[in-house]
């Protein structure tokens, strides 16, 4: 058997044990050292191996963090909201982000009046840089009630989809809504979008829901002008999925 053939047969097997979630979604694939000594396999077939998974959007390499398993059935639901990075796929980008702060915070006032929650129950903030083809696009300032999400202060959101872990801990997205409004970007965060000091930019209020009408995420963006426009995309399945914007 060629070694061409000995990965296929390699592929097949780590994409069987990926659908009956042995490797489940955003877990990390054993190393190759580990993948090579259990196909008693040198480490070069383990590589096509996976690279012929990863070519198929199976796996996914972090630099640094090793490789991941980026598909599986999670995506039963009657609706699917197309993320950041699979919006700039499409557009011939190569997305990526970088988490600039992650925190454990009190609700306060104005967050307990967005969630339907009490001024002292927690919530989880999420601060992300995106990029596209390491060109910055945005600042997305996110915000979901903390026992959303079970371990949440474990996860890599450099790593995993924000909206793929709701789904994996049942909370389906039906309505997201956007205010659009302009603004202009000062000090630090210029810097971030690489843009000179009080430059105008998009700002972007996004509230995610869900059938029920709980609200499962409240981001606050932060986008040059020309990629604004990726924050309104998504699929309509089943004539269920509802997404309203609006100017101010």
Known sequence: MSNE?????IASIIEANIKNKIYPYGA??????????QFSANRN????????????GLLKRFHGKGTFVMKTDIDDSSIHFKGMSELLQEAG?????KVLKTQTRSAGYKFSKIFHID???????????RKGNEFPISIENTYIPYHSIKNIEDIDFQVYSLYDMLTINHIKIYDIRHIFSATRIHNSLAKLLDCADDSPVISIEITSSTKEGQIAEYTEVMVSPEFAKYYTDGIIRNNEFHLTSQII
């Not at 990390?28 to 000594?37: A, G, V």
């Not at 077939?45 to 198929?56: D, F, G, Q, S, Y």
């Not at 980008?93 to 982000?97: A, L, R």
């Open 5 to 9: 053939d000995r990965a296929i047969n």
């Open 93 to 97: 980008y190569e997305p990526s982000s």
């Open 119 to 129: 001024d002292n129950d927690k919530i989880y903030q999420i601060i992300r840089l």
């Open 28 to 37: 990390p694939l054993p190393s190759e050292r580990e993948l090579s000594e």
């Open 45 to 56: 077939i383990i590589r096509i191996a996976i690279e012929k998974l990863t070519e198929k």
